[in-house]
């Protein structure tokens, strides 16, 4: 017999085998009705599959948030199932769950349009309402790899054969016609997984992720509980795409890319004024803050990479170049030793420490051009970066002010904290456990100070140290990760850095790598899409038009484009032989913050009638009081004073 402990700590015993489902039924009919999963000892399992030992268990139903992966990871099977139903010959490879759904990558020489996607998605719907029972059975290795082989699915087949030999080869039947090689845990039957499915694209992916590989076509789609959480979600999704960052840029004439320049950005002028702006207010905000500003070479000479150590390790990822005097030099990946070599020239004293050092550090990274996404994945961008060169004392009130700072920056560009994870030691690492325990302590002792208790998140440090990162949400209810500190005692060492302790010694100072943006070009793509391309005043690349009524007022128009500008607005003249409410209506679409409507009257009495962005009524200031009020909206966030 085993014993199993219930959630409620009752310990009941049970014959060694039993199952999920005669537990479920042991302790109420209707339970055993709706019981899909078990949780035996914190691992999901399916609800038939024989208990051989003892533990904490619990019955999960449909509804259990655990459940839902599984649900999402059920319907790429149900998927896989439909496609090689319709489309004899394609072959299976992998299905995960993933963020929000699911995908399955197949094998098959025609190329899968969107209209198959309508009749899969039936296709499934079938399978689901034939409420084919899904069951686990034990294979010997070989004769699964001869199933496979034998049925021409050379992916499976080559899957079973990388195993580690101690793998039990588990295969799930869905029904009696189909099956596929998975670790499991799946629900009962295809009834079970319901219909709140949806595909929503193709794309396509070297098998394994590797480049040299066999192209795969993947079809993605997303999976819910109910139909009510889908629909919610299908609407956030179709919300995101009207934000799509890269349809704004074009509509609002922010920047594009092309061919020849994968993942770098041509940022067009008012791209340019809206980064240019940020920029600026990041420089005062670290002014403010302690910062001093450096700024360090773009390429450097391969024995300098070799130092830092970027060379073995990360050289796929670098940009070499070479000379004609044969020279082997790369484009930084990063601007971290380039400011160890800054702290470098002198003799520093433990008075100096700490030093903040930042710079908008522009960095070059190959990315695969398959991976890269509009701003958000590049492989030219510009760090807010910077580092902190303390003692091991100034840890704490350090990682603590910039936690305040990162949170006030974010907030002042119109993002909420989500929460702050700290990143512990991951399985493969370097340091001892006293080592990890102190840091990690140390770091979760400065987000108390700054009022932050952290999520853990167990096993994402770094290789050599905890980190601290910020997960913002944004006005759809995204959540981004932008921000970071990152605690560092092996690139000091690295790279020689020391200082002069009270006591006279050499020490090696700690470094604090930390980012408030991330970069600019993917934050500046988040921000576009939070604000949907409507900025703030402060943030707008043109903050105001001045639109004619009638041409006769167009050289007032430009008198008073030429005083708002001298005020520091952003202003452009739209002088055009057109109706106003065209113009109007036109600039709104191109999220101008305010119009200035100006006409015979406003010019004989030196007015102008403002229009704001969002609202239908107008404002009849003299020019001179809307300079002024206009000039005062317009400040940054941290420029504001009391009273405006
Ligand atoms: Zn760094």
């Not at 993933?98 to 899968?112: C, H, L, Q, S, V």
């Not at 990274?365 to 030219?380: F, K, Q, T």
């Not at 002042?412 to 006293?434: C, F, N, W, Y």
């Not at 899409?529 to 167009?554: H, K, M, R, Y």
Request: proline content about 5%; hydrophobic content about 40%.
């Amino acid at each position: 017999m085993i014993d199993l402990v219930f959630p409620d700590g009752a310990v009941r015993p049970y014959p060694v085998g039993t199952t999920g489902r005669a537990v479920a039924e042991s302790l109420s009919k209707s339970l055993a009705k709706k019981a899909v999963l078990i949780k035996l000892d914190g691992a999901l399992r399916d609800l038939d599959r024989p208990i051989e030992t003892g533990g904490p268990i619990e019955i999960l139903t449909r509804e259990a948030p655990e459940a839902l992966e599984v649900i999402r990871h059920d319907t790429a099977h149900i998927l896989a199932q439909a496609v090689q139903e319709l489309f004899p010959g394609t072959q299976v490879t992998i299905g995960p769950a993933i963020e929000d759904g699911f995908y399955y990558d197949f094998a098959r020489e025609t190329p899968f349009s969107l209209d198959d996607l309508a009749l899969i998605e039936k296709r499934m719907a079938e399978i689901v309402d034939r409420d084919e029972p899904i069951r686990r059975e034990i294979w010997p290795r070989e004769q699964a790899i001869a199933h496979f082989e034998d049925l021409g699915e050379a992916y499976k087949a080559e899957i079973i054969r990388d195993l580690p030999e101690d793998v039990p080869i588990s295969i799930y039947w869905q029904g009696s016609a189909w099956k596929d090689l998975c670790v499991g845990p799946h629900l009962p039957s295809t009834k079970h997984v319901g219909k709140a499915f949806k595909l929503t694209k193709l794309a396509g992916a070297y098998w394994r992720g590797d480049h040299r590989n066999a192209m795969l076509q993947r079809i993605y789609g997303t999976a819910w509980t109910s139909q009510a959480e889908l629909d919610a979600y299908l609407h956030r999704i179709e919300e995101a795409e009207k934000r799509d960052h890269r349809k704004l840029g074009r509509q609002l004439d922010l920047f594009h890319m092309q061919e020849e320049g994968r993942g770098m950005v041509f940022w067009h002028p008012k791209g340019w004024a809206l980064y240019r702006t940020l920029e600026a207010y990041m420089r005062r905000r670290l002014e403010a803050a302690g910062y001093v500003e450096v700024k360090t070479p773009q390429v450097l000479d391969n024995t300098f990479w070799q130092k830092s150590g970027h060379w073995d390790k990360y050289r796929p990822n670098m940009f070499v170049c070479e000379t004609v005097e044969g020279e082997v030099l790369a484009l930084k990946p990063m601007n971290c030793p380039g400011h160890v070599q800054i702290f470098n020239v002198g003799l520093r004293s433990y008075k100096e420490l700490p030093i903040r050092m930042s710079e908008s550090g522009a960095c070059h990274r190959y990315e695969p051009s398959g991976s890269l996404h509009g701003l958000m994945r590049v492989r030219a961008f510009t760090q807010d970066d910077g580092h902190i060169f303390c003692r091991e004392d100034q840890i704490e009130t350090e990682t603590a002010d910039f936690i305040r700072l990162c949170q006030s920056v974010h907030a002042d560009l119109g993002l909420k904290t989500d929460h702050i994870a700290l990143a512990t030691r991951p399985d493969v690492r370097a340091g001892s456990d006293e080592f990890w325990d102190k840091a990690e302590a140390q770091m979760l002792t400065a987000a108390r100070m700054a009022g932050v208790e952290p999520v853990i998140a167990e096993g994402d440090g770094a290789f050599y140290a905890p980190k601290l990162d910020f997960i913002v949400k944004d006005a759809i209810g995204r959540t981004w990760t932008c921000g970071t500190i990152q605690l560092d005692y092996v690139i000091p060492e690295r790279l020689d850095a020391e200082y002069i302790a009270e006591d006279g010694s050499r020490q090696r100072p700690v470094m604090l790598h930390r980012a408030i943006l991330g970069s600019y070009e993917r934050f500046i793509g988040i921000l576009i899409e939070n604000f949907g391309g409507a900025f703030p005043l402060w943030l707008a690349p043109v903050q105001v038009v001045v639109a004619t009524i009638t041409s006769d007022a167009n050289d007032y128009a430009e008198t008073v484009a030429k005083q708002l500008r001298a005020a520091g607005l952003r202003v452009e003249v739209d002088g055009r032989n057109e109706k106003i409410n065209y113009k109007v209506r036109e600039h709104s679409l191109g999220k101008i913050p305010v119009i200035a409507v100006v006409g015979r009257n406003e010019a004989a009495e030196g007015t102008v009638a403002l229009r704001r962005l969002g609202s239908d009524g107008q404002e009849i200031l003299s020019l001179e009081d809307a300079k002024i009020a206009l000039s005062a909206e317009a400040l940054a966030p941290d420029q504001r004073t009391c009273g405006v």
